[in-house]
T-cell receptor, first 112, second 111 residues
Framework: DVKVTQSSRYLVKRTGEKVFLECVQDMDHENMFWYRQDPGLGLRLIYFSYDVKMKEKGDIPEGYSVSREKKERFSLILESASTNQTSMYLC???????????FGPGTRLLVL | ELKVEQNPLFLSMQEGKNYTIYCNYSTTSDRLYWYRQDPGKSLESLFVLLSNGAVKQEGRLMASLDTKARLSTLHITAAVHDLSATYFCAAGDSGTYKYIFGTGTRLKVLA
């Protein structure tokens, strides 16, 4: 079974802090994604990566950056957390572009 | 720009009844996915539909795809309480790696 893990289930941070969210997948998947999920808005793509060190902006990249130094690991960075970044963050991976996504358990982030 | 719309957003139904969730997408897409999310949990893959006329079934759920109408449906047969969850469809953005999600349909099956 594919396993996607995220570093934290719950996080509480203060405005202005730098926040790191980490995602690891164990199935050698090429593509990895970061989404945020907010009530009534569904999932919105922040960034994705189709290879090591390769990244592309999604629909809402402002205020975020990413890093993919190893194939199995994809990190989301909030450079200076703000209250409007309070959300559920979901990581996903796929083996190829036509395949279904496998999701991690999510990180619920609260920015005070 | 690919957009995905689901309806209804909320659905409350009696056990034993049938119902359909609709997923429309705005431009050509070469792949369509359905996911389930239980409260407080992550998304679980249900179906992958890759061609016009594709139909997939698992238990009381059946998904279909009409690429000409840009429509996918998720049909629920004889609903049971365990099907209560939020269901998302997602369309693949042709020529990219992106998946565009609908806003989800929150289904509640009443005993």
């Amino acid at each position: 079974d594919v396993k996607v893990t995220q570093s934290s289930r719950y996080l509480v941070k203060r405005t202005g802090e730098k926040v790191f969210l980490e995602c690891v997948q164990d199935m050698d998947h090429e593509n990895m994604f970061w989404y945020r999920q907010d009530p009534g808005l569904g999932l919105r793509l922040i960034y994705f990566s189709y290879d090591v060190k390769m990244k592309e902006k999604g629909d809402i990249p402002e205020g975020y950056s990413v890093s993919r130094e190893k194939k199995e690991r994809f990190s989301l960075i909030l450079e200076s957390a703000s209250t409007n970044q309070t959300s559920m963050y979901l990581c996903a991976s796929t083996v190829g572009s036509a395949e279904t996504q496998y999701f991690g358990p999510g990180t619920r982030l609260l920015v005070l | 720009e690919l957009k995905v719309e689901q309806n209804p957003l909320f659905l409350s139904m009696q056990e034993g009844k049938n119902y359909t969730i609709y997923c429309n997408y705005s431009t050509t897409s070469d792949r369509l996915y359905w996911y389930r999310q239980d409260p407080g949990k992550s998304l679980e893959s249900l179906f992958v539909l890759l061609s016009n006329g594709a139909v997939k079934q698992e238990g009381r759920l059946m998904a279909s795809l009409d690429t000409k109408a840009r429509l996918s449906t998720l049909h629920i047969t004889a609903a049971v309480h365990d099907l209560s969850a939020t269901y998302f469809c997602a369309a693949g953005d042709s020529g990219t790696y992106k998946y565009i999600f609908g806003t989800g349909t929150r289904l509640k099956v009443l005993a």
